[in-house]
């Protein structure tokens, strides 16, 4: 259920409340074409077995091209709106990735659906986009999987209503922005609360997410129902961390109908995907990436393993 199937609107309207909290984000973490980066406070340095595996045009060049779509909130953003410099999820293990990689990993902004076909026009090598990895999109694409990213649930600064899952939401008012997946999850949930004897969720939708938020901040509703990396990232910059909570369910820790987000590469390039592949499992080895979840607010997302094409449609 990652939202970047398509682009919605519910984790970018979120940007309103984060932009103040961005630039404490980038702004210490930076990259070297050396191949050295402090990444969430940790050095990352060239591995030169991996750096051999890369495709010679790459080691040539010296970097890796990265299209992305900004902004989509926790995973790429603006360090200041207005300026082009960027932070975010995906460009800081996109940093971490070059680093160890011994290469740059160099992002350029593309609009979303044009991604996929940009990389297949050579334009690009890489995506790092918070792209669902399915299986449409492997027949033109591979993909490294990085994050498991579904919908979580947001409440109120210390949970007063005690919600736990999905089923603790029945019987309440829960806040969702409308024509989203989250609204969907809401909707098929509705026969889970009347077998265990609870009554419905009683669902409020809201045109933008933003609206939805201010909602809980009322106490109108006992939770908002989001994608879990918007809803985490939010619930670690809005009023400092002081105005909302993250529900973490541990039978969905990457959220609920989670789906493999994915580094889209070029079939053209395999060795790249080789590199990458190995490289993002050196960084899950030894904590980098864990870091990096932890600094944007969604740990639970990420993957214990660095797999390739782990569609689950």
Same mark, same amino acid.
């Given at each position: 259920?990652?939202? +970047?199937?398509?682009?919605? #609107?519910?984790?970018?309207?979120?940007?309103?409340?984060?932009?103040?909290?961005?630039?404490?984000?980038? /702004?210490?973490?930076? #990259?070297?074409?050396?191949?050295?980066?402090?990444?969430?406070?940790?050095?990352?340095?060239?591995?030169?077995?991996?750096?051999?595996?890369?495709?010679?045009?790459?080691?040539?060049?010296?970097?890796?091209?990265?299209?992305?779509? &900004?902004?989509?909130?926790?995973?790429?953003?603006?360090?200041?709106? /207005?300026?082009?410099?960027?932070?975010?999820?995906?460009?800081?293990?996109?940093?971490?990735?070059?680093?160890?990689?011994?290469?740059?990993?160099?992002?350029?902004?593309?609009?979303?659906?044009?991604?996929?076909?940009?990389?297949?026009?050579?334009?690009?090598?890489?995506?790092?986009?918070?792209?669902?990895?399915?299986?449409? +999109?492997?027949?033109?694409?591979?993909?490294?999987?990085?994050?498991?990213?579904?919908?979580?649930?947001? &409440?109120?600064?210390?949970?007063?209503?005690?919600?736990?899952?999905?089923? /603790?939401?029945?019987?309440?008012?829960?806040?969702?922005?409308?024509?989203?997946?989250?609204?969907?999850?809401?909707?098929?949930?509705?026969?889970?609360?009347?077998?265990?004897?609870?009554?419905?969720?009683?669902?409020?939708?809201?045109?933008?997410?933003?609206? #939805?938020?201010?909602?809980?901040?009322?106490?109108?509703?006992?939770?908002?129902?989001?994608?879990?990396?918007?809803?985490?990232?939010?619930?670690?910059?809005?009023?400092?961390?002081?105005?909302?909570?993250?529900? @973490?369910?541990?039978?969905?820790?990457?959220?609920?109908?989670?789906?493999?987000?994915?580094?889209?590469?070029?079939?053209?390039?395999? @060795?790249?995907?080789?590199?990458?592949?190995?490289?993002?499992?050196?960084?899950?080895?030894? /904590?980098?990436?864990?870091?990096?979840?932890?600094?944007?607010?969604?740990?639970?997302?990420?993957?214990?393993?660095?797999?390739?094409? #782990?569609?689950?449609?």
């Amino acid at each position: 259920m990652n939202a +970047r199937i398509a682009r919605p #609107a519910a984790a970018a309207a979120a940007a309103s409340i984060m932009l103040a909290s961005l630039s404490a984000c980038g /702004g210490d973490d930076a #990259a070297a074409p050396s191949g050295k980066a402090v990444v969430a406070g940790v050095e990352v340095v060239k591995d030169q077995e991996l750096h051999d595996l890369l495709p010679e045009e790459i080691k040539e060049a010296g970097e890796v091209r990265v299209a992305t779509d &900004v902004p989509y909130p926790p995973f790429e953003m603006y360090v200041k709106e /207005g300026e082009t410099a960027l932070t975010g999820l995906d460009y800081d293990l996109g940093q971490a990735l070059g680093a160890k990689l011994g290469v740059t990993f160099a992002f350029a902004p593309q609009k979303f659906d044009g991604i996929v076909p940009a990389i297949q026009a050579g334009k690009f090598d890489v995506a790092m986009s918070a792209i669902t990895d399915n299986k449409d +999109r492997q027949k033109v694409v591979d993909f490294v999987d990085y994050s498991q990213s579904g919908s979580g649930i947001l &409440v109120g600064e210390g949970n007063p209503s005690k919600i736990e899952n999905l089923d /603790g939401l029945c019987g309440h008012k829960v806040a969702v922005q409308a024509a989203t997946n989250q609204l969907d999850l809401l909707k098929s949930h509705q026969d889970a609360c009347a077998k265990a004897g609870k009554a419905k969720i009683d669902i409020q939708t809201f045109p933008k997410d933003s609206d #939805a938020q201010l909602a809980l901040r009322s106490g109108k509703v006992v939770a908002q129902v989001l994608t879990k990396p918007a809803a985490g990232w939010v619930a670690k910059t809005a009023d400092a961390g002081k105005a909302f909570d993250l529900v @973490e369910d541990p039978a969905a820790p990457g959220g609920y109908n989670a789906s493999p987000n994915g580094i889209a590469i070029s079939k053209q390039l395999p @060795e790249l995907t080789d590199a990458v592949q190995k490289a993002l499992q050196v960084l899950i080895d030894d /904590g980098t990436l864990i870091k990096i979840y932890n600094k944007y607010g969604v740990p639970s997302i990420a993957v214990k393993e660095a797999t390739k094409n #782990a569609s689950v449609d």
